[in-house]
């Protein structure tokens, strides 16, 4: 019920009322599961990423373990499948800001040890492909490109480059 309100009015106006509402149970009932709207916006943000981290995986799954090129391009691929097919959770986790949220520290992963050099390469070329996938999403491209997935991959081939990934086997 929360992805349906979600939908609805946007995580902004995300209410624990409102859900238990639509659930057909007094809000306390839901206090219970959720301290406060920012435990359920936590919970919403977390299943998205999972759902978004899943879907990844899944794309790489069959992508021999050498191919670092083929497994980019399959990652980015899933990103942007997931995004159209569920731009309110895309919007959720890297879209627009949510008034008065504060994110707890479950919704940040670890950050691993990565040379400064290669992390600065890395966060350039993942924050262009989701650019390029937010555009899309929020309907930037209209009237732009007519064939966005030409455009996406082209943008995903320009950071492959940028990141020194050798070419496809």
């Not at 106006?13 to 406060?36: D, K």
């Not at 069959?62 to 499948?81: E, I, K, L, M």
């Not at 492959?160 to 070419?167: I, K, T, V």
């Amino acid at each position: 019920m929360a992805h349906r309100q979600l939908a609805t009015v946007g995580a902004s106006e995300l209410s624990l009322r409102a859900v238990a509402q639509e659930l057909e149970m007094v809000p306390s009932g839901l206090y219970r599961y959720f301290e406060n709207r920012d435990a359920l916006l936590t919970a919403l943000i977390i299943g998205a990423y999972d759902a978004l981290g899943e879907q990844a995986e899944q794309a790489v799954k069959n992508t021999p373990r050498g191919d670092h090129s083929g497994r980019w391009r399959a990652v980015c691929q899933s990103v942007r499948d997931w995004a159209v097919a569920h731009p309110r959770e895309f919007t959720l986790i890297y879209g627009s800001f949510v008034t008065d949220y504060r994110a707890t520290a479950d919704t940040v992963a670890p950050a691993g040890t990565v040379a400064p050099a290669t992390l600065i390469r890395a966060l350039t070329a993942w924050s262009q492909v989701l650019g390029i996938i937010s555009q899309e999403v929020f309907g930037h491209l209209e009237g732009a490109f007519s064939n966005y997935a030409e455009l996406f991959d082209q943008s995903v081939e320009l950071m492959e480059d940028m990141l020194g990934l050798p070419p496809h086997p």
